[in-house]
Structure formats: structure tokens, C-alpha cells
């Protein structure tokens, strides 16, 4: 999209997140890889505030599209923190063919770091097509559920984001933070009701997470349902042993 | 005949017609024995037609009956037979119907590609939440005491946007919002945004009738094939029709 004129960038809440407003109103993060897109989404050009030799500069961004990344959609539905900044360390698990992962990627900055797990080759391909433009994406193509075989290559991590739909996903993410996850870090789980019972009712489903995560030391912080992108959806943020509280 | 195949041998002189005079060119071209045989052909045929109808009424039988009778009718004054059933065989009316199936599914897909490219820009970005957003807190007297506006440190006015409620200090940094256009411009541009969820929603719209009306074709192909079959349930808003097979045994 050309004309730069005819776009408003507007700060999103979310350091490194924005929302545009022109034509079409979309979330859109900062294009770390300007003239380069990942997945085929479509990108906006905008004139930035001049720089120090008073030349403005030209700043792109990436649209993010909701429908198909559930980050995007726990964005747009208003969730209250991420957890992921420039410069986060950050444990994506289920990472699919890194679509959502660029976006954390961009978010992360080249001070940060995002360490994509996915299991199944043929998206891991693509994943690692994707991070050989993003030096700040370590793919890593293994199975979720044995962090052993990736530990040589994951430090400790500030978030580990999950969207694994697998009936076992409560299982994994503690498995996962036990090994990666800093005391008091966060994680920050997609859950696909249907995936982990599908006979429950989804708000029974997501009640039922909430406690098993709650059995292995975090203390979830909020929880909301992903509509209109995604139905029986919900992304549920939550702190892994956080500090204990201090009396008054 | 004798002498046939000699009389064939010597060229004879080819008869040629008249053309019209100059002086009647005014009546037009003038009849040739070919034209004239045309003519009379048709008039013979016409004369003989109407001979034999004027003899059927002649000998018609006042009380005469036949079954297409009782389908016929009189409407506004005008007699109508039924018109006869369609002639196609079943099994040409069958693959009539897969070619109209796969242009609506042709139709479908095309609606649903280009509703996928719009909805990738437009992320309805609205006032009004369709989700549910549970916050966590410790206590029973912080649930009484719960403050939006302050839990997400924003200010009371920007709450209810979900899709971004900026931090009090993101709202005060100079660079918060890019690319401010003039007041004109800006209207043409919500105007183009307008018409692009308007357009969108009419091809989602769209693209469900086309599901319906799929449905409604592949049980009737289904109905025009094979085996015994009864219906279980009649159709209902939008909804085809159940039939039930019965089974048969597979060899």
C-alpha cells in the first residue's frame, strides 16, 4: 500500500504493537525486515518523524491478522499485558510455520530473543526460512514435551507464549517453565477448548486449565475469550512463582 | 427411355428465362418457373390443410372426450392445455444439475477468497467487546473495589476500547499517533474503510447462501440417484430436506 499520507499509526498499548487506520483499520507491528513480508501479508509504508538530519524516515509496518493468529486476537480483545517487549526473551511453543512468530519477533527487537518450538517438519521448514531473515528466531524443530532435548539452546526466558492445542497443553507449559520460565516470569497459553475436551462445556474446559496451571505454581492474572476471531477460544495470562507477598 | 444416354450425348441449348423488362422494372423481379413452383407448392399444401380441417369440424362428433380435456383450462378466456412434461432424459437433467453445482461452488470459493483478502485488512476494530475478559484478583474486597480505569492504567474514557487502551504515558509521548492526515482526507479515507466492511460483509453473507443453496443441490442429486429412499424430514429454514436410504446389501 503506497501513499503515506493516507495512513494513521496510532500507539498501541503493547510496546512494539500499533494499530493503522487508512483504507482498512489493522493491527500492524513494525517491519523489522523493511521490503521483505513473511507470509504474504500485506504491508504499510509511513513517513516517520524526521530524523537528525532533519530527512524523514521511512518506517514500514506488517498487518496482523487476527483471524489467523490468536496473539493478535488476544490484542484486539483487549488483554491487559503481553509480557513480551523489546528486548523479552521469549519461549514460543507451537509455533506452526512462524507467522505469529515474526510478529513477536518484530515486537522483541533485535535486543530480544524468541526461541520457536514446532514439532512437524513441513512447518518447521518454513520456519526456518523465516529466521534466516530474523537473526533474533531460534527454530527449533522438536517435540514440546521433552524440553530436555532443546535445553542446550534455550536460555532462561522472561514469557513462554503456548499454542499447542493438545489435550496435555497444561502439562507442557509446565514442563516447559520448570526448565526455561525465570521465577516470576509469565506465560501467556492459547487454549482451543475442543482440543482439550470436547463434550465439556468451553467455559468449563477453560475453568478446568486455569486450575491444573494453578496446581503447578502459577497464579493466573486474567483470562478472556477470543470473538469475534475464534470461537470456544480463550488466552489465559498467568505468573510463574511470583515473588511471595510482601505485608503492609 | 431409348436413346437416353445419346440424347445426353449432344449438348442441348439451355433454356434461358427473361429477366424483367426496364420498362416494369417498377414491378419488381420477375417470377421465374422455379419461384413459380415454390408457390403453387405452398399454396397446394395450405389449400389441402384447411380442406381436411374443414372436413374434421364437418364430421366432428359433438360428444367426442379425451383425458387432456380434464388438464386443460380456461383462463381469463384463453384456452391453455397443459404444456407436456419436460422431455430431457433423467440422466441428461443429472449432469445439468453437477454443472450448476460446480458453478455455484465455483462462485462460492470466489466469494470466500476475496472475503479472506478484505477481512486480512479490516479486523473490526469497534467500540463494543464481543468477548468476555475475566481479571484475577487476590482478594474479595479488591473485586468490590475494582477499578477499570485504573487496572489498566488508562484513562476512564478509553475503557471500553477494547482493541487499544493506551497506557497514560503512551498517550503522553509526542510520536503516539503518525501520519496525521488533513480533516478531507480523512473522511475520504473512513468513507473507502466504510465501504470495504460493507463490502465485506456482504460477500460473507454471500458466500452462506451459496452454502445453503449447495446443500440443497447435493441432496437433491443425491434424490435423483440410486436406491429407495423416503423422507425423514421436510425442509426448514434453509435447510434441505433428510431423506433416509434403505440399505442394501453390498456383494
Not at chain 1, 491444573?212 to 505454581?217: G, R
Not at chain 2, 426496364?22 to 407448392?41: C, P
Request: aromatic share 8%; with cysteine.
Amino acid at each position: 500500500m503506497k501513499g503515506g499520507a493516507k495512513v494513521i499509526i496510532e500507539a498501541h498499548r503493547h510496546e512494539g504493537v500499533f494499530i493503522a487506520r487508512s483504507k482498512e483499520d489493522a493491527l500492524v507491528t513494525l517491519n523489522s525486515t523493511p521490503g521483505k513480508d513473511v507470509y504474504g501479508e500485506k504491508r504499510i509504508q509511513v513517513e516517520g518523524p524526521p530524523g537528525p538530519e532533519g530527512v524523514a524516515t521511512k518506517l514500514e509496518y506488517r498487518v496482523w491478522n487476527p483471524f489467523r493468529s490468536k496473539l493478535a486476537a488476544a490484542i484486539l480483545g483487549g488483554v491487559d499485558h503481553i509480557w513480551m517487549k523489546p528486548g523479552s526473551k521469549v519461549l514460543y511453543l507451537g509455533a506452526a510455520s512462524g507467522t505469529t512468530v515474526s510478529h513477536v519477533s518484530d515486537i522483541v527487537g533485535p535486543a530480544g530473543c524468541v526461541y520457536a518450538v514446532e514439532f512437524s517438519h513441513r512447518p518447521g521448514r518454513d520456519l526456518i526460512n523465516m529466521a534466516k531473515l530474523r537473526t533474533n528466531v531460534i527454530p527449533i524443530v522438536e517435540d514440546a514435551r521433552h524440553p530436555l532435548k532443546y535445553r542446550m539452546l534455550v536460555g532462561m526466558v522472561d514469557t513462554i507464549f503456548a499454542d499447542v492445542a493438545q489435550p496435555d497443553q497444561a502439562r507442557i507449559v509446565s514442563l516447559n517453565s520448570h526448565y526455561f520460565l525465570k521465577n516470576g516470569g509469565h506465560v501467556v497459553i492459547s487454549i482451543k477448548a475442543s482440543c482439550i475436551d470436547s463434550t465439556a462445556a468451553p467455559e468449563a474446559v477453560f475453568q478446568k486449565e486455569v486450575k491444573k496451571l494453578q496446581e503447578e505454581k502459577f497464579k493466573p492474572l486474567e483470562q478472556l475469550t477470543l470473538e469475534p476471531y475464534e470461537r470456544d477460544h480463550a488466552v489465559v495470562v498467568a505468573t510463574y512463582r511470583p515473588a511471595p507477598k510482601t505485608k503492609k | 427411355m431409348p436413346y437416353a444416354s445419346l440424347r445426353n450425348a449432344i449438348p442441348r441449348k439451355t433454356n434461358k428465362e427473361r429477366s424483367q423488362p426496364a420498362a416494369r422494372k417498377k414491378f419488381g423481379l420477375l417470377e421465374k418457373h422455379k419461384d413459380y413452383v415454390q408457390r403453387a407448392n405452398d399454396y397446394k399444401r395450405k389449400s389441402k390443410a384447411l380442406a381436411s380441417l374443414r372436413e374434421k369440424a364437418a364430421f366432428r362428433n359433438p360428444d367426442e372426450f379425451y383425458f387432456a380435456m380434464t388438464k386443460g383450462q380456461t383462463k381469463e378466456g384463453v384456452h391453455r392445455v397443459r404444456p407436456a412434461e419436460a422431455s430431457l432424459p433423467h440422466d441428461h437433467i443429472a449432469l445439468l444439475k453437477t454443472q450448476d453445482m460446480r458453478y455455484v461452488t465455483m462462485k462460492r470459493a470466489l466469494d470466500v477468497k476475496k472475503a479472506e483478502k478484505l477481512q486480512a485488512g479490516l479486523h473490526f476494530l469497534t467500540e463494543e467487546a464481543a468477548n468476555k475478559h475475566t481479571v484475577f484478583v487476590d482478594t474479595e474486597a479488591e473485586v468490590e473495589t475494582f477499578d477499570p480505569a485504573k487496572h489498566f492504567g488508562t484513562d476512564p474514557a478509553l475503557v471500553t476500547r477494547a482493541f487499544n487502551r493506551p497506557k497514560l504515558e503512551t498517550l503522553e509521548t509526542p510520536g503516539a499517533v503518525l501520519g496525521v492526515a488533513n480533516v478531507g482526507e480523512l473522511k475520504k479515507v473512513r468513507k473507502a474503510r466504510e465501504k470495504a466492511y460493507t463490502e465485506l460483509g456482504e460477500r460473507l453473507k454471500r458466500s452462506l447462501s451459496f452454502k445453503e443453496v449447495l446443500e440443497h443441490m447435493q441432496v437433491e442429486k443425491n434424490v435423483m440417484g440410486k436406491g429407495r429412499k423416503r423422507k425423514v424430514q421436510e425442509a426448514e429454514d434453509g435447510k434441505p430436506a433428510v431423506f433416509k436410504w434403505k440399505r442394501e446389501r453390498r456383494k
